[in-house]
């Protein structure tokens, strides 16, 4: 299959052309540069060095032996975005190149407003651009488990049957966003889910969990092949943010009471959940959506998994509660479903306590790299607009020894 991938420069984009190219898939894509750019903004740096595109791409030629048709471009740039997708002529487009941050889309209006449009204009733009350059491909949209919030009842996939004054109907399950990035992608499934069905386009929205980890297997042992893995308050996420942690002897920064709840899976998880999307497309004019994590976790519970992990391991960390700066139910019910790509044959690879493991290890490599940015690990962005760091309400190292 030819699979166009937007936001290849990515977290997930730069493993995902890897990944697929290894499979026999043809891979071409776009982006813009900006996550290297914001991550700065924020004062930090991967912890993982991210060589230039030319460094990667060369890369890429040496592993693969071929090619990656990889252009800087910018999506909310329609003639661009159409003019490549004519080119190209993909069986499949991946849309990893959004602003993936709720604390960036929360910092001020600029970043909010930014946030909006970026998002919403880049994925209006690949679905005009579809329906005049591709109209055959398969959209497979990367959204959000945060689109749902946390409602007090189980979580469908995208749709559930509903009675209401005695008569039934099958609708969009309700969402709820906390941020105004996760707004932003709210929007994006309204708009895909009209354009399949007023254009008979296909798209498979992918609610993903928080994915994190270092490596898939595909990239082999060159250094350039590797992803990037962000540890700031807007750019990462949590099991990345507490394993920089575990490696430069940090207390684990646990937001609140650390009773909220979400999905997680590895990154090589979800490489194996895209792929199975890709190559078992939907109908013409259908619209899907398939939940995609593996394991539920508190972030209490992810924080003393990650200290086990660590201990096993030779590192004896501290997890410490700080006020929260996100204003969200940290008491809450969640239950989601999950079961459409284990009907197309997702079988786990990794236990989420081994991977923290393996993510340790390649961070020790990189400890210095962490601890040049040390003073950005405690959040400072606050919901309300302010900007004011965080602060410790409890020391929970006692508890979790006993």
């Known amino acids: 299959m030819r699979v166009f991938i937007a936001g290849i420069d990515g977290y997930l984009g730069w493993p995902l052309a890897q990944y697929l190219t290894a499979r026999g898939h043809e891979v071409a894509g776009v982006d813009l540069m900006l996550r290297r750019e914001w991550v700065a903004e924020m004062g930090s740096q991967s912890a993982i060095p991210v060589y230039t595109r030319e460094e990667r791409l060369d890369a890429f030629r040496e592993q693969y032996g071929k090619d990656l048709d990889f252009r800087v471009g910018d999506l909310c740039d329609y003639k661009f975005t159409r003019d490549f997708l004519a080119e190209f002529r993909p069986d499949a487009i991946v849309h990893l190149g959004q602003m993936p941050s709720a604390p960036y889309s929360m910092i001020d209006q600029a970043h909010c407003v930014f946030t909006q449009h970026n998002n919403v204009i880049s994925n209006l733009n690949l679905l005009w651009a579809m329906r005049e350059a591709c109209p055959e491909a398969h959209l497979l949209k990367l959204g959000t488990m945060g689109e749902y919030g946390t409602p007090n009842v189980d979580i469908p996939e995208g749709f559930f049957e509903v009675e209401y004054r005695g008569r039934k109907d099958y609708l969009p399950f309700p969402r709820q966003a906390g941020s105004f990035y996760h707004q932003s992608k709210v929007h994006d499934s309204n708009n895909t889910m009209l354009a399949c069905k007023i254009w008979k386009l296909r798209a498979t929205d992918v609610m993903q969990g928080v994915v994190f980890g270092t490596r898939i297997e595909a990239m082999g042992d060159d250094p350039r092949l590797r992803s ?175």
């Open 228 to 402: 990037r893995l962000d540890f700031d308050q807007c750019f990462g996420t949590a099991i990345n943010r507490f394993a920089c942690q575990v490696v430069i002897d940090h207390p684990l920064t646990v937001f609140g009471a650390g009773s909220q709840k979400r999905g997680f899976l590895p990154m090589r998880d979800s490489m194996q959940c895209m792929g199975l999307a890709i190559e078992n497309p939907p109908q013409a004019g259908e619209y899907r959506v398939f939940n995609q994590f593996e394991e539920t976790y508190t972030v209490v519970e992810l924080a003393d998994l990650t200290r086990e992990a660590a201990s096993e391991i030779g590192y004896e960390v501290e997890v410490y509660n700080y006020d929260n700066p996100r204003q969200e139910m940290e008491e809450h019910y969640y239950n989601p479903d999950r079961q459409h790509l284990i009907d197309l044959g997702y079988i786990p690879t990794h236990d989420v306590k081994s991977e923290v493991k393996i993510m340790i290890q390649d961070l020790a490599e990189h400890k210095e790299r962490i601890l040049e940015k040390r003073e950005i690990l405690v959040p400072d962005i606050r919901w309300d607009g302010t900007r004011r760091r965080s602060e410790v309400i409890n020391r929970r190292s006692e508890a979790v020894k006993s």
